[in-house]
């Protein structure tokens, strides 16, 4: 059974930083492509990361470039989101998520399994 837990949201203030984690069981996390999507307070989900399987090759939304770092540890099958110089308008509900595709989409509709989501606040 595939199953992702994630872990490490929480309160921040303006310009803190937070490392979010997504552990994977049931399958192993680098033959996927995984990204990381938040949904604002009455917004769109949108995706923020994504790193592709095997190569690793990473992509990022403009609005986090710079600021953000998506990694894989195969050895403990966990993939990280580590977020810097945190705004207020990146709160929101973080979820990993697993894709077949070739590359590092950040497209929700190639995604098939997903996470629970961990919230993030950012608030002084």
């Known amino acids: 059974q595939v199953q992702f837990e994630e872990s490490g949201g929480g309160l921040v203030q303006p310009g803190g930083s937070l490392r979010l984690s997504c552990a994977a069981s049931?399958?192993?996390?680098?033959?996927?492509?995984i990204g990381w999507f938040r949904r604002a307070p009455g917004k769109e989900r949108e995706g923020v990361s994504c790193?592709?399987?095997?190569?690793?090759?990473?992509n990022y939304a403009d609005s986090v470039k710079g600021r953000f770092t998506i990694s894989r540890d195969n050895a403990k099958n966990t993939v990280y989101l580590q977020m810097n110089s945190l705004k207020p308008e990146d709160t929101g509900v973080y979820y990993c998520?697993?894709?077949?595709?070739?590359?590092?989409?950040?497209?929700?509709?190639?995604?098939?399994?997903w996470g629970q989501g961990t919230q993030v606040t950012v608030s002084s």
């Open positions: 049931g399958f192993t996390l680098d033959a996927y492509a």
């Open positions: 998520a697993a894709s077949w595709a070739r590359g590092a989409t950040m497209i929700a509709g190639e995604y098939t399994y």
């Open positions: 790193i592709s399987s095997y190569r690793g090759t990473t």
